[in-house]
């Protein structure tokens, strides 16, 4: 058995001691300040996923997302509440972690795929706005009178306008699109930037 990978945070104001989760070979292993255990089976592990999820007084902040078959889903970020409203970013124990329950889960997993990104749902959801703001700004650009309006190209150069801002939006689309990928295989930006990155 190999030595556990410990990471600790304290969630928010409210939580009156730190955390721990530990990797374990058989589990992921949390305690909080009662001192009490709680193991989750890496075989009872149906699902994981990471992104990043900033907030505004957390633009650093990566989530690691676990789902236990029938029970609530476990979220471990690499913020951690020092006291009120002020976090610190502890990326430098979190990247480990995720790295090493990412591996013990793909050996009760040989098969399983790690999901990057947003949910699909929330994923639908910023699609159809992007796609409706995308509409909105073609509308504007050709509904309302501009200076190119006196040149006799100007729908032409509009119309160019339009097709210009389409790869950027196609671009974005295929970037921010949830997908599954083996663990070993996850890219970096999954992780937060640093020497662990890599």
Not at 12 to 23: F, K, N
Not at 68 to 94: L, M, T, W
Request: proline letters at 9%; hydrophobic letters at 40%; glycine letters at 6%.
């Amino acid at each position: 058995m190999s030595d556990p990978v410990i990471y600790r945070r304290r969630r928010d104001a409210i939580s009156r001691s730190e955390r721990e989760w530990r990797v374990e070979d058989d589990a992921l292993v949390t305690r909080g300040g009662s001192g009490r255990e709680r193991r989750y089976r890496w075989r009872d592990i149906v699902s994981v996923r990471l992104l990043h999820d900033p907030a505004r007084s957390k633009p650093w902040r990566y989530v690691f997302e676990l789902q236990p078959k029938h029970q609530r889903k476990i979220v471990i970020d690499n913020a951690h509440c020092v006291n009120g409203r002020e976090f610190e970013e502890r990326s430098d124990s979190y990247t480990p972690f995720v790295k090493a329950a990412l591996a013990r889960w793909a050996v009760a997993h040989p098969k399983g795929r790690a999901l990057i990104g947003e949910t699909p749902k929330r994923y639908f959801f910023l699609l159809i706005s992007a796609l409706l703001g995308l509409g909105v700004l073609a509308y504007v650009l050709v509904a309302v009178p501009t200076p190119l309006d006196a040149l006799p190209f100007a729908n032409l150069v509009k119309f160019g306008i339009i097709l210009l801002m389409l790869p950027v939006f196609w671009g974005w689309v295929l970037k921010s699109m949830p997908r599954g990928v083996a663990p070993d295989q996850i890219p970096d930006r999954a992780f937060p930037p640093g020497p662990e990155a890599g």
